[in-house]
């Protein structure tokens, strides 16, 4: 309203004043005759008009104007890695709370897979409706819970991870012998990464850390351990979002990173239990070549038992029973894709034995409620969910040793070193550590 006020204004004020000139000069000439006494009046009226636009006009002349300020959020500047002839892509140095992210997929995608994992038909054995690999990690509150979980001395799993892997590290850099580049596949709460970035010698131009993952929030929770690390110009952290499972994404995230590191050597590390996460972990591993250049490795972290039966299978699920953080992860992906509420259900931990191979953890959410229940998806379509039904929300398991070994040489893999630590003589459950190089 103000502003349409002003032209109004300014019309109005201009036609007044012209006026006031033409008579006043009329008259000063003597072309027109003005009732006497008047003149003076007019001459007046014409003399403060004229004044007041000088003003006016000079009051709006910014004569000795400054560059305008920019207030950009945090300073940007170009890494001094790229400021010589290097071929390596450019990045702004961000400050403060900034993360600059590649994302790999439309956030619809994912949802509709969430959506098409729940539409699934009855199943009394968690073999039905699920959150397939990675999907129960998926959004803001699994991330928080995630987060959470992996810091409860009752779920100890990836504690103890955390401590082999710190345990090895001398070794692992032997293993390597030069600096590599690091390619986090799956950064959870980023501890094991911090671990291996601030020990990792750095390549002539730069090291580049990629950490890759499902869901935005963990990238962007899982890189704070790691922003101590992160130099401009010496320690490059580059997140990427998308789903490394996928082939076609696999290939383009072998594009991406070569842009930034050439020829340069590159550790792929798939650690703190990741490939136990997976439904079909053989095709998971089989996607691994596709990434790996000969110069390149994968570090590969997983849980390994001596023996399978069906003892040692519930003891495996006992891992996660009493921990009621993980209990409140694995819950978060139900809360937020259902209107289920938990006390119309149960968690459910089940311990199996996959033959020849690894015992095998299936965890699921049952219908406990004794009736024929109906939840709405987040864009209101409603799903029946029968008494008795199951949502499965996560898998895990304890390879055999020896079938890890022929799992990866399936794949195409070959082990270069490894580390098995047995932290449970009873069970003979333990955390391996290996590094894998492309068979020849
Ligand atoms: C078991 S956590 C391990 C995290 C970390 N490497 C550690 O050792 O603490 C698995 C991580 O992989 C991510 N993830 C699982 N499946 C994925 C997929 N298909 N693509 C990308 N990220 C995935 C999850 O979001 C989660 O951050």
Redesign the pocket.
């Known amino acids: 309203m103000q502003s349409r006020m002003k032209p109004h204004l300014f019309y109005t004020f201009l036609t007044i004043f012209a006026a006031t000139a033409v008579v006043t000069l009329l008259a000063l000439t003597g072309k027109v005759t003005v009732v006497e006494g008047y003149l003076g009046w007019l001459v007046s009226a014409f003399l403060v008009e004229s004044a007041g636009a000088v003003i006016a006009l000079f009051r709006g002349a910014k004569f000795f104007e400054e560059p305008p300020e920019r207030h950009a959020p945090h300073p940007l500047k170009l890494s001094a890695a790229n400021q010589n002839d290097s071929e390596t892509l450019r990045l702004p140095a961000l400050k403060g709370g900034w993360m600059l992210c590649f994302i790999g997929q439309k956030q619809g995608e994912i949802l509709n897979a969430v959506f098409s994992g729940l539409r699934k038909p009855f199943s009394a054995t968690g073999d039905g409706k699920e959150f397939s ?2 999907l129960a ?1 998926w959004g803001i509150i699994p991330t928080w819970n995630w987060i959470a979980a ?1 810091q409860d001395p009752k779920y100890p799993v ?1 504690e103890r ?1 955390l401590k082999h892997f710190e345990r090895v590290r001398p070794d692992i850099l032997a293993q390597l012998g030069k600096p590599f580049h690091y390619v ?1 596949l ?4 980023g ?2 990464d911090s671990k291996l970035l601030g020990a990792l010698p750095i390549p002539p131009r730069a090291l580049y850390y990629f950490p ?4 935005p929030e ?1 990238l962007r929770m ?1 890189i704070e351990p790691v922003r101590t690390f992160a130099e401009p110009g010496r320690r490059e952290v580059v997140p990427i979002q ?4 996928e082939r076609e994404y696999a290939g383009e995230l072998r594009q991406m990173v070569e842009q930034f590191v050439n020829s340069d050597p590159v550790l792929f590390g798939l ?4 490939l136990a ?1 997976f439904e079909d972990d053989t095709q998971l591993l089989k996607t691994i070549p596709s990434l790996l250049r000969p110069q390149d490795r994968l570090l590969l ?1 997983i849980s390994f038992t001596d023996q399978l039966s069906g003892e040692l299978a519930t003891r495996a699920a006992d891992e996660y029973r009493h921990s009621k953080r993980f209990a409140r992860f694995l819950t978060s992906a139900v809360l937020q894709n259902t209107d289920l509420s938990l006390g119309q259900g149960s968690l459910q931990f089940e311990g199996t034995v996959e033959t020849e191979k690894a015992l095998f953890v299936k965890m699921f959410f049952r219908n406990k409620s004794g009736k024929n229940l109906r939840f709405r998806l987040p864009e209101g379509e409603p799903v029946q969910f029968p008494k008795d039904d199951t949502i499965r929300l996560y898998v895990s398991r304890k390879y055999l040793r020896q079938s890890l070994r022929t799992m990866l040489k399936k794949a195409d893999l070959e082990v270069a070193w490894s580390d098995y630590y047995t932290y449970d003589t009873a069970s003979s459950f333990g955390s391996a550590i290996m590094l894998v190089k492309k068979a020849k």
């Open positions: 690999s990675g990690y992996c990836m991870g986090s799956g950064v959870g709460d501890r094991i890759i993952d499902f869901s963990m899982g998308l789903d490394f499972a650690v703190g239990n990741t996460n972290g």
